[in-house]
């Protein structure tokens, strides 16, 4: 019932992207029902009427027999080679764009949730061929089912006893398959980690960002080894699985070759040697019987084929059907062009199975206030801001916008009102103005050349003859440019800077600038001082001076707050490491 389901969502999924592919499909099935007409009843045919020296009969048996060929031959190879690598494609493409677009909506501890990540990698990697696989099983049954009747209305005709012994024989055949199908999906499922842990160093070798601390660190033996170990529990497992599914293919085989053949044929030529058939029945029996029995077990084993399918469609409709637990509630749109204030109250949350980064945080930070936030690594700074943009929702208390609960706003009208710089930003192999502008429409050209002289990046991009549509790296490019770590910050500032925003969250949005740039940044900061809440994280004591307020975390807690100057003065853990810095800094006069 599963499977029949299944197989109807992938019909309609074909079917919505390409209306033609099943009809053609189920023609190019239909044209292996020619096979049971030309070599059974063809031969026998012509057989008796060469027996019979009748040439006449045996020129149209021949010319019939050369057009039907031709004109399968034909159509075949065109469906083949012109039309369905194009219409499976174009199928791949459409059902990989849902699922991308799916993906891309849901929640980050979805993507972190390993079980999941497979699904969706799996889900994605086989949709070029398994909704396909879907339609070329069901017209395949169709043209099985098609030349069983051909082939059993044939020898019905000539001897009954033989299409018993057949379908006994296929019957036996399909339980065989099935099991084999249902251990090879056992066994795929078992080898996907394993593959993947391969695959991963290979990347590593072909990645472009790891190159250089790959020789840096002459990681080849070290990843290489790892390699290795992959590739052999790979090989092992391949082996273990090989010799478990050899015994069944094998019993398959045995079967099938050996003692139904020899069977058989012990049966043919009894018969005709008892006179009960003659030559051309002969023929026609012995070509009719393994047709008959291939067509039987091809249609037997489409069954399985049709539940491995349904699986895989199974996990599709799981990937679609997937919505972000991180849910809007009320949809309350939220003003880009004036400051918010900020609050956590009571907020306790951890990353999926792992121990509370805060329990019961309470935090409030008033519009237009900027705001330093410090801490040692893993004091839980950067899970501030990922709760603020809602990449997750705290387990208990609420954070709040202007009073209102954050879940009650519209989550895109939210995210707009921020303009971020993660510390984790990423660069993409697109244009320059494309890597500014990130496919937000609200950013406009004239956005993007502001950002740039914003960001101090215009002297870099000046220089390059194709200026903001200069591709980087040169992945897709051979005129591709690969930026140094400082420009890619400035370009990480400049998509900050390109859309009006009321709450700047940074993540160490200096850590890689020149003192010019990073003076410019923090002199920029201090221009949209009520304008704008800003919260950034920074390591360097000297630098949250610019705050209005400094935060010191340490655990998930709040360990000190106030101004600067006011925590300077108490001595307490910011003061502290305030002289530690300027110290290393004087010591080396
Ligand atoms: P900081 O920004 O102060 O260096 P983070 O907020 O990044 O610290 O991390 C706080 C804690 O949460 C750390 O113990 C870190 O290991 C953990 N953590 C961060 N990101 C994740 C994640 N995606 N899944 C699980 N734990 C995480």
Redesign the pocket.
């Known amino acids: 019932m599963k499977v029949l389901r299944n197989s109807l969502y992938a019909l309609n999924l074909v079917r919505g992207a390409c209306p033609s592919y099943i009809p053609w499909t189920l023609l190019a099935a239909l044209t292996g029902v020619t096979a049971p007409l030309t070599g059974v009843l063809g031969i026998k045919l012509l057989i008796d009427a060469l027996i019979a020296r009748d040439t006449r009969s045996t020129g149209l048996i021949l010319l019939a027999f050369a057009l039907l060929t031709a004109a399968t031959a034909l159509f075949r190879s065109w469906y083949n080679t012109v039309y369905e690598p194009a219409a499976r494609t174009r199928i791949g493409a459409s059902l990989s764009a849902s699922l991308l677009e799916r993906i891309g909506l849901l929640d980050?501890s979805a993507i972190?949730n390993s079980a999941f990540y497979n699904r969706c990698s799996r889900a994605v990697s086989e949709a070029n061929t398994r909704p396909q696989g879907v339609v070329q099983t069901l017209c395949g049954l169709v043209g099985n089912l098609l030349s069983l009747a051909t082939l059993t209305a044939i020898l019905l005709s000539l001897d009954p006893f033989v299409l018993l012994l057949t379908s006994g024989g296929a019957a036996l055949m399909f339980v065989l398959n099935l099991k084999r199908s249902r251990l090879g999906f056992k066994q795929y499922l078992e080898r996907t980690v394993l593959e993947r842990q391969v695959t991963y160093i290979q990347r590593v070798y072909y990645e472009p960002q790891y190159a250089r601390e790959l020789r840096l660190f002459a990681m080849n033996p070290f990843l290489v080894g790892r390699y290795r170990n992959a590739a052999c529990s790979l090989r092992q497992t391949l082996q273990r699985q090989g010799l478990h599914m050899w015994v069944f293919s094998g019993l398959e085989k045995l079967l099938n070759d050996c003692l139904f053949v020899v069977i058989t044929l012990s049966y043919l030529v009894t018969r005709f040697f008892a006179g009960a058939i003659s030559i051309g029945g002969f023929s026609a029996l012995f070509n009719g019987i393994f047709q008959f029995g291939d067509q039987l077990y091809s249609l037997l084993a489409r069954v399985p084929q049709l539940y491995e399918h349904s699986l895989y469609l199974e996990t599709v409709q799981d990937v679609l059907q997937a919505n972000p637990d991180i849910e809007v509630t009320e949809g309350l749109t939220l003003e880009a062009s004036r400051a918010h204030s900020i609050e956590f109250c009571h907020v306790t949350f951890a990353?999926?199975?792992?121990e509370p980064?805060f329990r019961d945080l309470s935090l409030t930070i008033a519009a237009g206030e900027q705001v330093a936030l410090l801490?040692?690594?893993?004091?839980?700074?950067?899970?501030?801001?990922?709760l603020l943009l809602r990449f997750y929702d705290p387990q208990e208390g609420r954070i709040l916008i202007d009073g209102v609960d954050i879940r009650r706003y519209d989550i895109r009208a939210l995210r707009r009102c921020f303009a971020v710089v993660m510390?984790d930003f990423q660069h993409y192999a697109f244009s320059l103005a494309e890597n500014i502008a990130l496919g937000r429409p609200a950013v406009l050209a004239q956005d993007i050349e502001t950002a740039v002289r914003q960001a101090r990046l215009d002297d870099r991009v000046g220089q390059l003859p194709r200026g903001l549509e200069t591709a980087i790296t040169r992945e897709f490019s051979d005129s591709g440019i690969q930026l140094s770590g400082g420009e890619y910050q400035k370009l990480a500032l400049a998509r900050a800077y390109a859309q009006e925003s009321s709450i700047l969250l940074f993540?160490e949005p200096s850590s890689a600038l020149d003192p010019e740039a990073e003076h410019t940044l923090f002199a920029s900061l201090r221009r949209t001082a009520g304008r704008k809440t800003v919260l950034f994280?920074c390591h360097k004591m000297s630098l949250a001076v610019h705050a209005d307020r400094v935060i010191l975390?340490e655990r998930?807690r709040i360990a000190e707050q106030g101004t600067p100057l006011a925590l300077l003065r108490s001595g307490g853990l910011y003061s502290r490491l305030y002289q530690l810095q300027a110290k290393d800094y004087l010591a080396s006069f």
């Open positions: 980050l972190e990353y999926p199975g792992c980064v801490g040692h690594n893993g004091a839980g700074k950067s899970t501030l801001v990922r510390q993540d994280i975390f998930g």
